[in-house]
Structure formats: C-alpha cells, structure tokens
C-alpha cells in the first residue's frame, strides 16, 4: 500500500471551510485515496474516496492533484461536530480490500 | 448509523477468559473485516472473510479465530484473555472482496468495547 503523510493536528473556525492535506505520492495507477474520520472512539466513519477526479459528496470535496501524489479533504462549513480525527488512506487491488490506517490528522473545530 | 451492527457493545471479563464478538453486516455485503483498536496501537487490521472464506490475515493473534457464517455474520473468538488485549474491537463490511471496479467502500460499525481485568 503507498504510505500517506498528514499533518497531526489543524484548527479551524466553525463556519469556515477546513482544508485538510495528504501526501501520496508512491500511490500506484489503481489505488484509490479514501477519507475517514473517527469521533472520539466511535467507528470510523466513510467520508469520500476518489481515484483521479475530484469527489464531491454532501459530507465533502476530495481534490486529487493530477499527479496524484496529494489530496485534500475539504469540509466546506466547518461545524463542532466535525472535530474528529481524520485518516487519508490510499487502497487498491494490491491490498486486497483492508484498508490501513495512520495516525491521521486531528482536526478541532473551534466556537 | 452505517448498518453494520455489533453486539456486545461492552464487555468486562477476566484474563484467561475466552470471549465471542459478533458482527452483522450491511444487508448485501458480503466481505467482512475486523479491526483492533488499542491506545498504544491504533486501528490494526486483523482479518478479512468474503462470503465465507478467509480471504487476509493481518495481525491477528493465533490465541484469536473468526469466522463467517452462511448468514454472512461473523464472529470474532478471542480466547487465553490478556490485559494488552483490552481494547474496541470493530467490524466493518462491504459488498466486494478485493477487486477495485469503483473502488470497495468500507462501512464500520460502532465496535465492541472489551475490558480485560
């Protein structure tokens, strides 16, 4: 699996979007990026995953650079809520299906 | 609420003991993967089944088994209990095995929270 680099903690107003950034860049042609975040001990939550073209979805934006060798999370209105840690993963047919976790990025949202 | 459900959520029990983690999956998944979560370790896989059959091994202990049944539950037997081995035990589910077509989302259940004393 490629290794994945992230920041250990941001901040980010409420209200405001949070960018959160990952490094990939030994990521293979058909490995996927994937994002999720864990709450405080709560499973870990599916948040996107895309392969070249950038992702939208109601929880976020993924954008691939076109190299591919990096990625950002972006939640576009940051709320309380979306304090979490979050984990970039990079995944494909070499792995099988399991998905290997980092330490990730610990975002907190601030009032 | 992902739709992959385990039981029990929390658990007490004594070193040297032997405990079952149950997981049902997504309806229609068909893989099922198992994950530990230690404060020293964080999110470790151990073992994947797809429609019955093991199909990869991570770091899972010999002292620990699984296995999924023809309803697509599984089960997580954890035996010869430790103190190190307290932690939250997740399952997780997903439709493929490990053929990339779109990608293969994973979805995790809220884990099972074992204490060993």
């Known amino acids: 699996d490629a290794k994945t680099t992230q920041p250990t903690s941001m901040d980010c107003a409420e209200g405001r979007a949070a960018n959160l950034p990952c490094n990939h860049s030994?990521?293979?042609?058909?490995?996927?990026v994937y994002w999720y975040r864990q709450i405080h001990s709560q499973g870990p939550q599916y948040i996107i995953h895309?392969?070249?073209n950038n992702e939208t979805n109601e929880m976020a934006s993924l954008i691939i650079t076109e190299d591919r060798k990096s990625s950002t999370l972006i939640l576009p209105h940051a709320t309380l809520r979306d304090t979490a840690v979050y984990y970039c993963?990079?995944?494909?047919?070499?792995?099988?299906?399991?998905?290997?976790f980092g330490e990730g990025t610990q975002l907190t949202v601030n009032p | 609420d992902s739709g992959v459900t385990q039981t029990p959520k929390h658990l007490i029990t004594a070193t040297g003991q032997r405990v079952t983690l149950r997981c049902s999956p997504r309806?229609?998944?068909?893989?099922v993967y198992w994950y530990q979560q230690s404060l020293d370790q964080g999110l470790q896989f151990l073992i994947q089944?797809?429609?019955?059959?093991?199909?990869a091994k991570g770091n899972i202990l010999e002292r620990f088994s699984a296995q999924q049944f023809p309803d697509l539950h599984s089960e997580l037997n954890l035996s010869s209990l430790e103190l190190g081995d307290s932690a939250l035990y997740f399952c997780?589910?997903?439709?493929?095995?490990?053929?990339?077509?779109?990608?293969?989302?994973?979805?995790f259940g809220e884990g099972s929270w074992l204490t060993v004393v």
């Open positions: 997780a589910s997903s439709v493929r095995d490990r053929y990339f077509l779109s990608g293969n989302t994973i979805y």
């Open positions: 030994t990521i293979s042609g058909n490995e996927y």
């Open positions: 895309g392969l070249k």
């Open positions: 993963i990079v995944s494909g047919e070499t792995s099988g299906s399991r998905l290997t």
């Open positions: 309806s229609g998944d068909l893989s």
């Open positions: 089944y797809y429609n019955g059959e093991e199909r």
